[in-house]
């Protein structure tokens, strides 16, 4: 009898605290998603020179108001991610939500299935009464889903999904300042085919005189490398791969459309051809000699300021002043401000290739062991799968409507958007300085994304049209630049996908130290620090022998020949 009325009594603490949790969700609607207060914190990549203070961000008042979950934040530069994000996962001092897409599916892997440190999501995901928004995005799009989970079946981090309509999948933008072209007889991006004619525009540009001060000043590509190398791998010596045949997302690891076959690109002949080519653009003057030692804010104000003439950037909009952005995307544009360069080849005749990447990103919401209200994270992290919501995050309430209470008090139908809502917007708030892209940054969002962000339902099925920019709908003559130049060249980049368990260690235990080696290496052979030739090209490829680099690329090889097969 004891046994029963211990094991009632147990049943009835167990509904209790039952009843207790689910009473702190409110399942009624969206907004707002607990029936009390709650704190969650969030650990978030940001960085205040380039999207302003946390305080003065719209979307996360907004998100806080219509919620009733208080966000605290721990505010990471992402210069430093890596290194902070260890620290907190080694320590033990843990958010509660990761707010951030930078794991790899190896680091997921690691944390996840083996540590325990992300919790499994898989069980919330699929109670379609929790997460309403996210299962409706999951059945559009079941393959950002089914590539969401590990070997074992199990979900430990949200994506974000784009629909194919959305062209920021793309990687770097490439574009000149037009005039620049025109002062050497080109008449836009398209009329530069190949390397050569790449390299013979920036040799013109060089001795043009364009500023007409009489001196040798003109820049005529300026970049940046970054703290670790890693913009300049991509925006830099992946650009030039992506001409040679190879499309990457990292300078590392690629796709050879030459051969068909996946691996290491600096195990690759390319890679080789690359860095002769960059290593000549930088003797000559022809690429910024301050790329090493320069930000991404140098180099954006030197393209902004009109010092420089060509820039590999994700976002076009941060590279232009604001008048420029401003004719850029008026209603009348021509292709006289900026002008995309289209993906170029090695040997004029050859098909040219853009690589882009998945509409689909992964592990941009992970939950800690930390957590003691995962459900709330959960059902706040569904709001963001909500096509509105998901438009405020992106483009701020300049894309909602005259409902939404907002201290400037814009609002807009999405169909007849137009630029002068960002001219009113800046002059409200006295930055008239910055261009529509940077307005947005300093008032609306943080750099992260979680959600799906539908445009084909939100902008009338009009194609390309991207909010980056922040001047969706209005550009479709800035968006039929990208589909002319960009859009015909597009090819997938390696996949997003998980690896065997055998795999990952060896990912685990090589890729870091392969990465760090190769790119120090990179850097010295592009800026003339080491001598480039077939000897020291061969010594190069030996000592990457000595970091595990064929077993690497053997797993890169594979993993991409069953994904392949499996496809």
């Excluded at 910055?434 to 099925?461: K, M, P, R």
């Excluded at 120090?520 to 080491?530: L, R």
Aim: contains cysteine; proline residues 4%; charged residues 20%.
């Amino acid at each position: 009898m004891k046994k029963i009325l211990a094991l009632v009594l147990a049943l009835m603490l167990c509904m209790s605290a039952a009843v207790a949790e689910g009473s702190l969700l409110n399942m009624d609607s969206m907004f707002p998603v607990v029936n009390e207060p709650v704190e969650l914190e969030f650990c978030i990549v940001y960085d205040s020179s380039m999207y302003g203070e946390w305080e003065d961000l719209w979307w996360w008042h907004y998100m806080e108001e219509n919620t009733g979950v208080t966000i605290v934040p721990r505010l990471i530069a992402k210069d430093v991610w890596k290194e902070q994000s260890m620290i907190m996962l080694s320590s033990g001092d843990l958010p509660d939500v990761f707010f951030y897409g930078g794991w790899s599916p190896a680091e997921i892997y690691e944390y996840g299935l083996q540590d325990g440190i992300f919790i499994p999501l898989t069980e919330y995901v699929n109670d379609a009464e929790l997460m309403p928004n996210l299962t409706a995005a999951f059945e559009m799009y079941p393959e950002a889903k089914a590539g969401s989970a590990l070997p074992d079946g199990n979900i430990y981090g949200l994506p974000f999904m784009m629909s194919d309509y959305y062209v920021t999948a793309s990687g770097y933008r490439a574009q000149w300042h037009t005039a620049w072209l025109n002062d050497i007889g080109i008449e836009d991006g398209n009329g530069i085919e190949t390397l050569d004619e790449f390299y013979n525009a920036l040799l013109a540009i060089r001795d043009a005189d364009h500023n007409g001060n009489g001196q040798a000043d003109e820049i005529p590509w300026s970049t940046y490398w970054g703290t670790d190398g890693k913009y300049g791998m991509n925006y830099v010596v992946g650009y030039i791969l992506n001409a040679l045949g190879l499309a990457t997302g990292d300078g590392l690891v690629a796709v050879n459309y030459n051969t068909g076959e996946a691996g290491y690109a600096p195990m690759m002949e390319e890679y080789y051809d690359a860095l002769v080519f960059l290593n000549k653009l930088y003797a000559e003057g022809l690429i910024d000699t301050d790329m090493f030692s320069q930000t991404d804010a140098d180099m954006c104000a030197k393209f902004g300021a009109g010092l420089s003439a060509f820039s590999t950037h994700w976002n076009p909009g941060g590279c232009c002043t604001a008048e420029e952005w401003d004719a850029h995307t008026a209603d009348n544009y021509g292709d006289t401000v900026l002008t995309y360069q289209k993906p170029m080849v090695d040997v004029k005749g050859e098909t040219p290739i853009q690589g882009v990447s998945s509409k689909h990103g992964m592990n941009v919401f992970c939950i800690t062991m930390a957590c003691e209200n995962p459900e709330v994270a959960m059902r706040w992290a569904d709001s963001c799968y909500d096509l509105k919501t998901s438009m405020y995050y992106r483009c701020g309430p300049i894309f909602g409507s005259e409902d939404d209470d907002w201290k400037i008090g814009l609002s807009v139908d999405l169909e007849n958007h137009k630029q002068n809502e960002y001219h009113e917007a800046r002059e409200i708030t006295g930055e008239t300085d910055l261009s529509g892209y940077q307005w947005i940054q300093c008032h609306i969002n943080s750099s992260a994304s979680v959600g799906y962000f539908g445009l084909d339902e939100t902008l009338g099925h009009r194609k390309y049209v991207d909010p980056l920019m922040y001047e969706p709908g209005i550009a479709p003559q800035w968006t039929d630049n990208y589909t002319r130049s960009i859009a015909p060249y597009e090819v997938d980049l390696y996949p997003n996908m998980y690896f065997t368990e055998e795999q990952n260690k060896v990912i685990e235990l090589y890729k870091t130290s392969l990465d760090e080696y190769v790119i120090e290496m990179t850097a010295k052979f592009i800026a003339g620090e080491n001598t480039l030739n077939e000897e020291t090209w061969a010594e190069f490829q030996k000592s990457m022998e000595a970091y595990n680099g064929a077993e690497y690329n053997t797993v890169l090889f594979d993993a991409y020949e069953t994904y392949k097969a499996n496809a």
